[in-house]
DNA sequence: GCACTGACCGGTC
DNA sequence: AGACCGGCCAGTG
């Protein structure tokens, strides 16, 4: 059994470019619903957005959330990643019906 | 083991 | 649409 950080960075690391996952998702995914401000937590201190795209994990109504460092530079980092990989943002939202990927 | 924290969520105002 | 509130969960001191 890994622990939870684990399992996290795993689903997170399974959608595919294009998509995005939000945290509840996520930790459904996992098996844990309602865990997902252990998520967050889990993606915050991950610190190598290289191996783990935290870019593609966003809020279940489609706001970006957060990114590392400061606020407004990690967000818009984030959103320039989405829309490089083909995800149309709208001032800091997705469309989730579109780009929401199911595990 | 208790108390506080946080890249959250859903509902309400 | 933006702001507030209470509730959940794992990590940390």
Redesign the pocket.
Known sequence: MK???EQVMEQTGRVPRGKVT???ELSRAIG?P?????V??A????GR?VIIP?HR?V???GSL????GAKESGIRKKVRLLRKEGIEVRNRKIDLKKYLHRF
């Open positions: 622990t939870f950080f939000t945290y509840s844990k309602g865990a997902q401000r252990a967050g937590q993606l915050k201190c991950n957005p935290c994990v809020r279940s109504d959330g957060g990114y590392g």
